[in-house]
C-alpha cells in the first residue's frame, strides 16, 4: 500500500523538525558558536514571519531538509573571537555530520557574525 503524498510530505516535516532540534543542540556545542540565528533571514522569509507572528512559533534555527538523496541542512552562526572562525564553521559541519553518519549529509554553515 502506498502512502498519499501529502502524509508522506508531513511525515518529513515532522522528521525535518525533530532533526532541527537535535541538531541546534550539536552545533551550539561547538566550542567558538556564541549564537545560533534563524536559517533563513527574517527578510528572505516574508511568508514564515507571517507564520512565526500569527503562530507565535519562532522561525527554526537550524534549517533541514530531507530528500530521497539525503539530508540538506542550513545554519547561520555567530562565533566568538577566541578561535578562527573558518575554523568553527568546518568544526560544526563536521559535527552535524558525524550525528546524521551514515545518512548523506549536505551541510550549509554560515558565520554570521564574529565578536563577543
Known amino acids: 500500500m502506498t502512502e498519499p503524498a501529502e502524509t508522506a510530505n ?3 516535516a515532522v522528521i525535518s523538525a525533530d532533526v532541527a ?6 552545533v551550539q556545542a561547538v566550542a567558538g558558536v556564541v549564537s545560533v540565528y534563524p536559517a533563513q533571514p527574517l527578510w528572505q522569509s516574508i511568508a ?4 512565526a507572528a500569527i503562530t507565535g512559533e519562532a522561525l527554526p534555527l537550524i534549517g533541514v531538509t530531507v530528500s530521497p538523496d539525503g539530508v540538506a541542512v ?3 552562526i555567530g562565533v566568538g573571537t577566541v ?3 573558518p ?3 568546518r ?3 563536521a559535527a552535524v555530520r558525524q550525528h546524521l553518519h551514515p545518512a548523506s549529509a549536505a551541510v550549509e554553515i554560515l558565520v554570521v557574525r564574529i565578536g563577543p
Open 10 to 12: 508531513h511525515s518529513h
Open 21 to 26: 532540534k537535535e541538531l541546534l543542540g550539536i
Open 48 to 51: 514564515g514571519a507571517a507564520v
Open 74 to 76: 542550513k545554519a547561520r
Open 83 to 85: 578561535r578562527p572562525a
Open 87 to 89: 575554523e568553527v564553521a
Open 91 to 93: 568544526e560544526a559541519a
